[in-house]
């Protein structure tokens, strides 16, 4: 579990209180200052990871990781005070998720998740 102060001075918006790894659910568990609060499963972190490897390179996008239904988090790290940079047990630890982009994800999970699945579906590749 992460906690955070009250310093919004970087973001200028709602603040990360809590960041909880629950590994038995696979999820990670946000709360902010503004009551948000909300979940992320693990795949899906590591599937949109803000990272050149999920992104693409140069502008063309790369077809969407595959076999991370049981990805894991290894452990996370603060980058300042505006990300967190976190490990996955496939050895993935370049993505740095700063606090808007996670409550966006947390947000947005269901839909994403969808988008994921559709891209999978399409590219001919399996979550397992």
């Known amino acids: 579990m992460m906690g955070f102060g009250s310093d919004k001075s970087e973001m200028g918006s709602a603040w990360p209180l809590e960041l909880r790894f629950d590994k ?23 599937v949109e990871s803000p990272s050149a490897e999920t992104r693409g390179h140069g502008g063309e996008m790369p077809p969407p990781p595959a076999g991370k239904k049981s990805v ?14 976190i490990e996955f047990d496939d050895g993935h630890a370049t ?22 699945l559709d891209r999978l579906a399409e590219a001919g590749l399996s979550r397992d």
């Open 72 to 85: 894991g988090v290894t452990s996370a790290q603060p980058v300042g005070r505006y990300a967190v940079c």
């Open 95 to 116: 993505g740095l998720y700063t606090w808007p982009y996670l409550r966006e994800l947390a947000a947005d999970a269901k839909p994403r998740m969808k988008a994921y």
């Open 24 to 46: 038995k659910q696979g999820k990670l568990k946000l709360a902010y200052d503004d009551g948000f609060k909300g979940d992320i499963p693990f795949e899906l972190l590591r």
